[in-house]
């Protein structure tokens, strides 16, 4: 991993990237980074839901994607927060990231509540075109030293 000296707070960003493979195994893996680069730093970005979130983005990628290209998957920390981007060679925006759905998911189903998740409980969320593909990303803020468990 690159980024910053061990400190409390990044004062400029600190980022992480990393190629996983295209497959199931990808969702462990960059739980682990997101968990590591939270702690490396001790950000202030809550790790549980941010590894939440990556897991739902990663498994999207693998799942909606053709193909056995990799996925990357983009860490960057900053002063106010966290951003979390995960890139895949499909170039079709993800359904419904950033508008509410009309329906609500069917209960008995496995699938439907990633992004659902996603905009619920990230501060912001999106997508973007890249060369090879798409990104998809989503935001937290810094959580306030007060409100940390010990």
């Known amino acids: 991993m ?24 990808a969702v462990p893996v960059a739980r682990a980074l ?6 490396e ?9 941010a590894e939440l979130l990556t897991a739902e983005l990663v498994a999207n990628a693998v799942e909606h994607t053709a193909g056995d290209a990799p996925i990357e998957l983009v860490v960057e920390l900053l ?32 699938h439907g509540r990633g992004l659902l998740l996603i905009r619920a409980l990230s501060s912001s969320c999106g997508h ?6 798409k990104a998809v990303w989503f935001r937290l803020p810094a959580v306030p030293p007060q409100w940390r468990p010990a």
């Open 79 to 110: 002063p106010s927060g966290c951003q979390v981007e995960v890139h895949d060679p499909d170039p079709e925006p993800p359904g419904n990231l950033t508008r509410p759905v009309d329906m609500e998911p069917d209960p008995w189903q496995e």
């Open 41 to 49: 730093l001790e950000h202030g970005a809550d790790s549980d839901t």
């Open 34 to 39: 997101v968990r590591t680069a939270l702690a």
């Open 2 to 25: 690159n980024g910053t000296a061990l400190q409390d707070r990044p004062s400029a960003s600190a980022s992480w990237r990393i190629a996983l493979p295209h497959s199931a195994a």
């Open 128 to 133: 973007r075109p890249t060369e090879s593909g």
